[in-house]
């Protein structure tokens, strides 16, 4: 059964760094374009960042780009986020998401179970 | 970047009755719009992609119509189960994916 799971959550004090990270496994992962999407406490669902199954090709959000990071390692099935110049309003639930190809950017038909980042002094 | 607005916020019905929900773009996102379920404390999960196809599995009950602009999501008779949020998405634009800000079902 295909399976993504996130790690590398957690409390970071403002202007601090954080890296989460995604394994994925059941799957090809290099045949998948997966994404970060995100959800503050009681709030809806942000896409953060997305990156092709090559790699090659990123995109993010306005409210994370020249922040954040996106970037995977197919030889380790594994998907990466740095994340800088974390502000308050960062705090939220980030999910890694596959998209159906390696190309399209979505819909995304399988997700992990969430990592928390809480960004407070 | 494309803005989803989803209609009602809430919708509080009864098991057995039908549900009717609604995703408006602010540009038209052809037919590159897919629906989700999500229930407290669980990821999302996918639903309806291309507008109007399920998922494997996904019970008939579910089906999804629109193009360009006017999306719905119907839920022909509700079971317990189907009490949650469900999030619009839109995935056609170059820049930006972008998701509605959801619709909570209610039991009333």
């Given at each position: 059964?295909?399976?993504?799971v996130e ?88 999910y ?15 997700w992990g179970q969430g990592t ?6 | ?42 990821a ?65």
């Open positions: 059964e295909v399976q993504m790690s590398g959550g957690g409390l970071v004090q403002p202007g601090g760094s954080l890296r989460l990270s995604c394994a994925g496994s059941e799957f090809i992962f290099s045949s998948y374009a997966i994404s970060w999407v995100r959800q503050a406490p009681g709030k809806g669902l942000e896409w953060v960042s997305g990156i092709s199954g090559s790699g090659g090709r990123t995109h993010y959000a306005d409210s994370v780009e020249g922040r954040f990071t996106i970037s995977r390692d197919n030889s380790k099935n594994r998907l990466s986020l740095q994340m800088n110049s974390l502000r308050a309003e960062d705090t939220a639930v980030y890694c998401a596959r998209a159906t190809t390696a190309v399209s950017r979505g819909p995304f038909d399988y928390l980042v809480t960004v407070s002094s | 970047e494309i803005v989803l607005t989803q209609s009602p916020g809430t919708l509080s019905l009864s098991p057995g009755e039908r549900a009717t929900l609604s995703c408006r773009a602010s540009q038209s996102v052809n037919r590159d719009l897919a629906w989700y379920q999500q229930k407290p404390g669980q999302p999960r996918l639903l309806i992609y291309g507008a109007s196809s399920r998922v494997i599995g996904l019970p008939d009950r579910f089906s999804g119509s629109g193009s360009a602009t006017d999306f719905t999501l119907t839920i022909s008779r509700l079971e317990p189960e189907d009490f949650a949020v469900y999030y619009c998405q839109q995935y056609g634009s170059s820049r930006a994916l972008t998701f509605g800000g959801g619709t909570k079902v209610e039991i009333k």
